[in-house]
């Protein structure tokens, strides 16, 4: 069973692996529900961490996934720049203004990827077909995708998780995320059957969301079974 922990700062970064992940997606500003890193985040965080398996966000702006070419092409670049610092994967997302996967848009972004897996993020959970979605999104070559089942919570999706799980496509990971904690973490891998789970694992304080290594370790902790 694979911990995936979503870290915005390097602080996160810290406590993440303090706590025992060994995975992390790295970006940043998580109150916009996460945009690109900073190069000299991910340098630094390489540095620190040469075992650590980091997956990037490539998310260069809020709001929708419709990106127009000019937002299409800075994604690109920012590709080309994550795997050139010793990105381990990349994560990002492109929708039609119809609400399906937007093919053409993805194609140039995994090439700039350069063999490294590709998660196709949440903006899965915004398709209007998601058994025809996924399908597409394999096609293209992507390695997993993050999704809640489409619901508010990774929890109150299992439903559909568990049929996703029991549909995808041979070599395509289905990631839960969103809302994971150590009290149900356990309840959605054992429902699901998924064998991977992402969660931010975050405390808050000031109004900023921190990494806590001590959910980290509670989250592994309940899935030890698994």
Not at 34 to 41: D, K, N, R, S
């Amino acid at each position: 069973m694979i911990l995936e922990v979503c870290c915005g700062k390097i602080e996160s970064v810290h406590a993440a692996v303090k706590g025992g992940a060994v995975r992390i997606e790295l970006c940043r500003d998580l109150p916009a529900d996460g945009l690109t890193p900073f190069p000299e985040t991910l340098r630094e965080v390489r540095r620190l961490y040469p075992s650590l398996t980091i997956h990037v966000l490539i998310r260069p702006r809020d709001g929708d996934f419709v990106y127009d070419a000019a937002t299409l092409e800075t994604m690109a670049a920012q590709i080309r720049e994550a795997v050139s610092l010793g990105a381990d994967g990349i994560v990002t997302g492109a929708l039609t203004p119809g609400s399906d996967v937007d093919e053409a848009a993805m194609r140039p972004l995994i090439e700039a990827s350069q063999g490294l897996p590709v998660t196709f993020h949440r903006a899965f959970d915004r398709c209007c077909h998601p058994f025809a979605a996924m399908e597409r999104i394999a096609a293209l070559g992507c390695r997993r995708i993050l999704t809640s089942g489409q619901a508010p919570s990774a929890e109150e999706g299992m439903p559909l998780l568990r049929e996703l799980q029991d549909r995808a496509p041979r070599g395509l990971i289905i990631l839960p995320g969103g809302g994971v904690s150590a009290l149900n973490a356990a309840r959605i891998v054992e429902y699901t059957d998924c064998k991977e789970i992402h969660a931010s694992a975050s405390v808050e304080t000031g109004g900023e969301k921190t990494t806590s290594a001590d959910k980290v370790r509670a989250i592994l902790k309940a899935l030890m079974c698994f």
